[in-house]
């Protein structure tokens, strides 16, 4: 398979095309709009603020051929800052609408836990993987190679809400609050984590997105 990865100034697509190469796919890195609407598959990574993405995006023209891509059941994978520019809003540095694949809002991780006290953000660790929704185990999904518990590495200053909770696929918690780790919409995936840099979990994950 041929994955197209979307590149829009805001992530280290090195480690991800590594990460897909690892499994033979070949792997195209684009800012095109041309390539977007040809692709078999699309991942979405980022790193900083929600405004810069989604900025970048609409700056290149490539906000409605992504839209199109998903909307024709493409395979889309978002990671990080590109997981939470899939869902409809963030309130990071005031409102910003995003892609809307995916219902739901992104809002700032919380300063204090579950029980008041202080916490760090941004939520920088090592953190299980648990099934979302109504889900007891990973079957069927991307993350069908993982057992419940394995650990996947975050670092993030705000959390994805789906408006419904099949959309969250997989949580963590951090802080005694769950966390959605992974969310979903037909053939939209997004993982809040790393998976590139999740060791051999995260190359499980890839796989499987690979053979779905």
């Known amino acids: 398979m041929k994955v197209t990865i979307i590149d829009y100034g805001l992530s280290n697509l090195l480690s991800v095309q590594h990460a897909f190469?690892?499994?033979?796919?070949?792997?195209?890195?684009?800012?095109?709009?041309?390539?977007?609407?040809?692709?078999?598959?699309?991942?979405?990574?980022?790193?900083?603020?929600f405004r810069d993405g989604m900025n970048g995006l609409e700056k290149l023209g490539l906000v409605e051929p992504i839209r199109q891509k998903a909307a024709a059941g493409t395979p889309l994978l978002g990671i990080c800052l590109g997981m939470q520019m899939l869902f409809d809003e963030s309130e990071e540095f005031g409102l910003h609408a995003g892609l809307g694949l995916i219902p739901g809002r992104v809002v700032k991780i919380p300063d204090t836990d579950a029980d008041g006290q202080p916490q760090r953000v941004p939520h920088i660790s090592w953190n299980p993987l648990?099934?979302?929704?109504?889900?007891?185990?990973?079957?069927?999904?991307?993350?069908?190679?993982?057992?419940?518990?394995?650990?996947?590495?975050?670092?993030?200053?705000?959390?994805?809400?789906?408006?419904?909770?099949?959309?969250?696929?997989?949580?963590?918690?951090?802080?005694?609050?769950?966390?959605?780790?992974?969310?979903?919409?037909?053939?939209?995936?997004?993982?809040?984590?790393?998976?590139?840099?999740?060791?051999?979990?995260?190359?499980?994950?890839?796989?499987?997105?690979?053979?779905?």
């Open 21 to 49: 190469a690892h499994f033979g796919a070949e792997t195209l890195v684009t800012d095109k709009a041309a390539d977007i609407l040809a692709a078999e598959a699309l991942v979405l990574p980022g790193v900083g603020a």
């Open 130 to 212: 648990y099934p979302g929704g109504n889900r007891t185990d990973f079957a069927g999904t991307a993350l069908a190679g993982l057992t419940p518990g394995e650990e996947c590495y975050f670092i993030h200053s705000y959390e994805a809400k789906p408006a419904e909770d099949a959309g969250c696929l997989a949580y963590t918690v951090y802080g005694g609050r769950k966390i959605c780790a992974a969310a979903t919409h037909g053939s939209v995936l997004g993982c809040q984590f790393h998976p590139e840099k999740s060791g051999e979990v995260g190359l499980k994950i890839i796989e499987e997105f690979l053979k779905q």
